[in-house]
């Protein structure tokens, strides 16, 4: 260690280079920090504005016709087929499949409820 001298309150101390960029190497750390945050927050609000406020409703084919007295619980579209759950009120469900160019009906199934447990 070398001699140890006094030093004014009005004297200038030389910095240190390395203190010189230990003190850089911090500020662009803390502004990389900064802009980080603020583009995730930018992206999470981005995010959140694109949520739909409600589900788009989807019209039917107009080739297919629902049966007499029945309505419409569900659908759902495949390549050259459409699916449509179908019930009357106070009736059974039905879950059924028409051809989604011609609108016949391919095949329906009767869903039965489930019976309730015993006690």
Same mark, same amino acid.
């Given at each position: ?8 309150? #009005? ?15 911090? @500020? ?32 039917? &084919?107009? +080739? ?9 619980? +569900? ?23 028409? #051809? ?11 869903? @039965? &409820? ?6």
């Amino acid at each position: 260690m070398g001699p140890v001298r006094e030093v004014a309150e #009005d004297d200038e101390l030389e910095e240190h280079p390395r203190l010189r960029l230990l003190r850089w190497l911090v @500020t662009g750390l803390t502004a990389t920090l900064v802009i980080a945050v603020i583009a995730i927050i930018s992206l999470l609000v981005i995010k959140v504005l694109e949520i739909p406020a409600a589900p788009r409703a989807v019209a039917l &084919p107009e +080739s297919i016709a629902l049966p007499e007295g029945e309505e419409l619980r +569900s659908a759902t579209f495949g390549t050259d087929w459409v699916l449509l759950v179908t019930a009357a009120p106070g009736g059974p469900e039905y879950i059924r499949i028409y #051809d989604a160019a011609t609108g016949e009906e391919r095949q329906s199934l009767l869903v @039965t &409820p489930t019976p309730a447990p015993a006690q």
